[in-house]
């Protein structure tokens, strides 16, 4: 494989020895400008423990490569489990032997160079990788599946206390990413499929095949060809391809609209959710978003204050959109909201209104091209 530097991995497993240095530079999440009330606990902070695993070890412990071992294929990648010596599950993903893409190739090593900057608890691990006989990432491996895999179980009902668990967790991922990770790091895909769930339901962000770094000094990134997944991509950037946090917020609004309501992204009827969303929270009738399997069994604080969230999210205009920082203070603050702090004047309002006029816009968007690499992993988990 053309793009495998054996030198440039052993930098990116050198970052252990300075990961410390890396935390006693992170941004100060109380500062000034973005203050939240609610400082996600140190104890999120993990130290990374990345290995170079031998092609023995990954194909002892997946059985060979046993068919049996296959959780899922992407569109370019296979991912089986596995299980080391010492007892602990893996799941590894390799390229599938029909993807000669080099620009898949390319997105696979990204998520190796993105996810060496990353540890956090909210943020899926990278046990490690292995460069013998093709190229492998290895990662912890989730028995509780994903959230879409468990929120869409016709057999399930995730109750109150434990969407309000997974939204917190991943807000609090997305801000280690924007703001407190020693790389700048934007997601670009955002959604249930790629967020793991650990034995105790804490939510771990996953997938990075898609992930942007930007420099302190950008604003945004402009990115061609746009990728993604249908009804998460926010106005900006399906429209114009512009990448920035606000990007990631967009898709979180729809991700707590997913956890509030049980609805999918899109139903059958190629119906957005948010598009769906919108007139109810303009109207402040958030019980209406309610999933039914819910009952009357919800904090109605807790939702008002997740629903609220969930409409400046989704807002049109990413100016409008708050930070993570922002959002966080929303969803935990145990002060009463001021709401006119996020009042539009009253001609954005209606440039907003104008916007979604337009009947689900992201339907003329193919994006086919997007495959969830936990999506893969959960599928044979639940």
Same mark, same amino acid.
């Given at each position: 494989?053309?793009?495998?530097?054996?030198?440039?991995?052993?930098?990116?497993?050198?970052?252990?020895?300075? +990961?410390?240095k890396e935390i006693s530079k992170e941004r100060?999440?109380?500062?000034?400008?973005?203050?939240?009330?609610?400082?996600?606990?140190?104890?999120?902070?993990?130290?990374?423990?990345?290995?170079?695993?031998?092609?023995?070890?990954?194909?002892?412990?997946?059985?060979?490569?046993?068919?049996?071992?296959? &959780?899922?294929?992407?569109?370019?990648?296979?991912?089986?489990?596995?299980?080391l010596e010492d007892g602990q599950a893996i799941?590894?993903?390799?390229?599938?032997?029909?993807?000669?893409?080099?620009?898949?190739?390319?997105?696979?090593?990204?998520?190796?160079?993105?996810?060496?900057?990353?540890?956090?608890?909210? &943020?899926?691990?990278?046990?490690?990788?292995?460069?013998?006989?093709?190229?492998?990432?290895?990662?912890?491996?989730?028995?509780?599946?994903? &959230?879409?895999?468990?929120?869409?179980?016709?057999?399930?009902?995730?109750?109150?206390?434990?969407?309000?668990?997974?939204?917190?967790?991943?807000?609090?991922?997305?801000?280690?990413?924007?703001?407190?990770?020693?790389?700048?790091?934007?997601?670009?895909?955002?959604?249930?499929?790629?967020?793991?769930?650990?034995?105790? +339901?804490?939510?771990?962000?996953?997938? +990075?095949?898609?992930?942007?770094?930007?420099?302190?000094?950008?604003?945004?990134?402009?990115?061609?060809?746009?990728?993604?997944?249908?009804?998460?991509?926010?106005?900006?950037?399906?429209?114009?391809?512009? &990448?920035?946090?606000?990007?990631?917020? +967009?898709?979180?609004?729809?991700?707590?609209?997913?956890?509030?309501?049980?609805?999918?992204?899109?139903?059958?009827?190629?119906?957005?959710?948010h598009s769906w969303a919108k007139p109810i929270?303009?109207?402040?009738?958030?019980?209406?978003?309610?999933?039914?399997?819910?009952?009357?069994?919800?904090?109605?604080?807790?939702?008002?204050?997740?629903?609220?969230?969930?409409?400046?999210?989704?807002?049109?205009?990413?100016?409008?959109?708050?930070?993570?920082?922002?959002?966080?203070?929303?969803?935990?603050?145990?002060?009463?909201?001021?709401?006119?702090?996020?009042?539009?004047?009253?001609?954005?309002?209606?440039?907003?209104?104008?916007?979604?006029?337009?009947?689900?816009?992201?339907?003329?968007?193919?994006?086919?091209?997007?495959?969830?690499?936990?999506?893969?992993?959960?599928?044979?988990?639940?």
């Open positions: 494989m053309r793009y495998i530097r054996t030198a440039s991995l052993k930098r990116l497993f050198s970052l252990k020895r300075r +990961f410390d100060d999440y109380n500062s000034e400008e973005n203050k939240p009330t609610a400082p996600p606990p140190t104890e999120n902070l993990r130290k990374p423990n990345w290995k170079c695993f031998s092609f023995e070890e990954i194909f002892a412990a997946t059985n060979g490569f046993s068919s049996d071992n296959i &959780v899922g294929k992407g569109g370019f990648a296979e991912v089986y489990r596995g299980v799941a590894v993903k390799t390229l599938s032997k029909s993807a000669n893409d080099e620009r898949k190739e390319k997105e696979f090593l990204t998520e190796i160079g993105t996810l060496g900057h990353v540890c956090h608890t909210n &943020v899926t691990a990278l046990l490690g990788c292995c460069i013998d006989n093709g190229l492998y990432l290895i990662f912890q491996f989730s028995s509780k599946g994903s &959230v879409a895999s468990l929120l869409h179980d016709e057999k399930m009902s995730v109750d109150w206390k434990t969407r309000h668990k997974i939204a917190v967790g991943i807000a609090r991922g997305l801000h280690y990413l924007h703001k407190s990770c020693p790389r700048r790091i934007i997601h670009r895909d955002i959604k249930a499929s790629n967020v793991l769930l650990t034995v105790d +339901f804490e939510p771990q962000i996953s997938d +990075f095949g898609l992930a942007k770094w930007l420099p302190s000094q950008w604003t945004h990134h402009s990115i061609a060809p746009i990728e993604g997944t249908f009804g998460h991509l926010a106005p900006e950037y399906f429209m114009h391809g512009v &990448v920035d946090e606000k990007t990631d917020v +967009f898709a979180f609004g729809v991700l707590l609209l997913e956890l509030i309501s049980g609805k999918k992204p899109v139903d059958g009827s190629h119906q957005s959710l929270l303009n109207l402040g009738e958030f019980k209406e978003l309610i999933d039914p399997r819910l009952g009357n069994g919800y904090d109605a604080t807790q939702l008002s204050r997740l629903a609220f969230a969930a409409s400046l999210c989704i807002r049109a205009s990413p100016i409008w959109r708050p930070s993570m920082s922002e959002v966080l203070d929303v969803m935990l603050m145990e002060e009463e909201i001021d709401k006119e702090k996020w009042k539009m004047p009253k001609e954005e309002e209606e440039d907003q209104e104008e916007f979604w006029g337009f009947e689900d816009l992201e339907c003329e968007y193919d994006s086919s091209s997007s495959t969830s690499l936990h999506e893969i992993i959960s599928s044979g988990s639940t």
